[in-house]
């Protein structure tokens, strides 16, 4: 990645997790942050995003919801959702694909295997130069 040219937005209501994250990331992305839905749209409608990290479970909606809102968003069809979430269970990972996510990383997070992932993912989204 290319520092702080590409703009994440991280979607937790838990502080650990975001601070996990923030020092993760912080040196190589612009980080905007949610704890819950309401504020998450506040941000997609004012900010161009490059990413989303959703967690599942948010106070005021779903993070399954929210992902599927977010993919009905103009502008955003395209915009890679990543869920980061503590079930390991395979139905929430079914039902976050179901809802529109390209990823699936279970908390605690590795921080190499998501910063691998978050590079893979953009790297797909970048256009193909001459195409």
Same mark, same amino acid.
Request: proline share 5%.
């Given at each position: 990645? &290319?520092?702080?040219?590409?703009? @994440? =937005?991280? !979607? %937790?209501?838990?502080?650990? $997790?975001?601070?996990?994250? *923030?020092?993760?990331?912080?040196?190589?992305?612009?980080?905007?942050?949610?704890?819950?839905?309401?504020?998450?749209?506040?941000?997609?409608?004012? &900010?161009?995003?490059?990413?989303? @990290? =959703?967690? !599942? %479970?948010?106070?005021?909606? $779903?993070?399954?919801?929210? *992902?599927?809102?977010?993919?009905?968003?103009?502008?955003?069809?395209?915009?890679?959702?990543?869920?980061?979430?503590?079930?390991?269970?395979?139905?929430?990972?079914?039902?976050?694909?179901?809802?529109?996510?390209?990823?699936?990383?279970?908390?605690?997070?590795?921080?190499?295997?998501?910063?691998?992932?978050?590079?893979?993912?953009?790297?797909?989204?970048?256009?193909?130069?001459?195409?």
């Amino acid at each position: 990645m &290319q520092p702080k040219q590409t703009h @994440l =937005l991280i !979607v %937790d209501d838990e502080r650990s $997790s975001v601070s996990v994250l *923030c020092s993760l990331l912080e040196n190589f992305v612009n980080l905007h942050f949610a704890s819950n839905a309401a504020e998450a749209f506040e941000i997609i409608e004012n &900010q161009h995003l490059d990413m989303v @990290l =959703l967690d !599942v %479970d948010l106070p005021d909606m $779903s993070g399954f919801d929210t *992902c599927r809102q977010i993919k009905q968003t103009e502008g955003l069809i395209d915009t890679p959702v990543i869920f980061l979430s503590g079930y390991g269970d395979l139905i929430f990972e079914i039902q976050a694909f179901e809802s529109g996510a390209i990823d699936y990383v279970t908390k605690p997070v590795s921080p190499v295997r998501l910063m691998l992932r978050i590079n893979a993912h953009l790297n797909l989204k970048l256009p193909i130069p001459g195409v």
